[in-house]
T-cell receptor, first 116, second 112 residues
Framework: DGGITQSPKYLFRKEGQNVTLSCEQNLNHDAMYWYRQDPGQGLRLIYYSQIVNDFQKGDIAEGYSVSREKKESFPLTVTSAQKNPTAFYLC???????????????FGEGSWLTVV | SQQGEEDPQALSIQEGENATMNCSYKTSINNLQWYRQNSGRGLVHLILIRSNEREKHSGRLRVTLDTSKKSSSLLITASRAADTASYFCAYILTGGGNKLTFGTGTQLKVEL
């Protein structure tokens, strides 16, 4: 099956701990994204990457870190510096057109992170 | 904030009726996409319309784009209970690289 796999689906974090959310895609997409969604709200961009070993901050990058060591993988670490991390996290990927614009974005099923 | 606005925020209709959702944005865009999200799930791509297109159809979906008004609309015809979901517009700002910005979403409820 081709697609985007996020894990874990549910994660509980104690205050002061770092946690890492996994995102893997087998669509051969160049671009990958992490979004945060709070209940009843839209999506806000945390980080995105268009090429291996390169990534850019989105609108709410503070308290988060990412890496892109492989084309297929874009893990997100929620650090203890993120003061309000409880949210739904969505990973996405997209191919790039000839003009290097993104095309359709495909999403994973999301990961719920709760701070306890 | 560059986040787009969608209206209405919530819409409740009867099965068989049409549902129209609107999306407005603030600056010029390369393309605009519409997505659907069932509660607690990932987003599913519905349709993409490019900045040089004015209207696009896909099954029961019709999307329009008016770049002069910086707005887009999504029309779902002959709605079904299974269409109940949240709908989001998303767009890339011209010169914004590949940063996809999402609107605030419309929660659609289709009742039997």
């Amino acid at each position: 099956d081709g697609g985007i796999t996020q894990s874990p689906k549910y994660l509980f974090r104690k205050e002061g701990q770092n946690v890492t959310l996994s995102c893997e895609q087998n669509l051969n997409h160049d671009a990958m994204y992490w979004y945060r969604q709070d209940p009843g709200q839209g999506l806000r961009l945390i980080y995105y990457s268009q090429i291996v070993n390169d990534f850019q901050k989105g609108d709410i990058a503070e308290g988060y870190s990412v890496s892109r060591e492989k084309k297929e993988s874009f893990p997100l670490t929620v650090t203890s510096a993120q003061k309000n991390p409880t949210a739904f996290y969505l990973c996405a990927s997209s191919s790039l057109t000839g003009t290097l614009h993104i095309d359709t974005i495909y999403f994973g099923e999301g990961s719920w992170l709760t701070v306890v | 904030s560059q986040q787009g606005e969608e209206d209405p925020q919530a819409l409740s209709i009867q099965e068989g009726e049409n549902a129209t959702m609107n999306c407005s944005y603030k600056t010029s865009i390369n393309n605009l996409q519409w997505y659907r999200q069932n509660s607690g799930r990932g987003l599913v791509h519905l349709i993409l319309i490019r900045s040089n297109e004015r209207e696009k159809h896909s099954g029961r979906l019709r999307v329009t784009l008016d770049t002069s008004k910086k707005s887009s609309s999504l029309l779902i015809t002959a709605s079904r209970a299974a269409d109940t979901a949240s709908y989001f517009c998303a767009y890339i700002l011209t010169g914004g690289g590949n940063k996809l910005t999402f609107g605030t979403g419309t929660q659609l409820k289709v009742e039997l």
